[in-house]
């Protein structure tokens, strides 16, 4: 039931499933319900990225060009 708004056009049935909205509506950039939904749903799903530190080193990723000695020493250069 969370993904279902109150559309203030329909009619009958003004409750609506978010993406129906989101792809069908013309209404939908400029419609209250839909914008205060996907402000909602954006600032739940933001997540903090731990800063580079505090991964352990196990979890770390080597860097995807090698440092200026070894690609020197790859193409015979030292």
């Not at 109150?6 to 914008?35: S, T």
């Not at 903090?48 to 990723?61: L, S």
């Amino acid at each position: 039931m969370q993904d279902y708004i109150v559309c203030e056009k329909r009619g009958n049935l003004p409750r609506i499933h978010v993406k129906i909205c989101q792809h069908r509506c013309e209404h939908a950039k400029a419609c209250e319900a839909f914008q205060d939904y996907m402000k909602a749903k954006a600032s739940a799903e933001m997540v903090i990225k731990p800063a580079t530190g505090d991964w352990p080193e196990e979890k770390a990723v080597a860097s995807p060009t090698p440092p200026n000695s070894l690609r020197e020493a790859s193409q015979g250069r030292l």
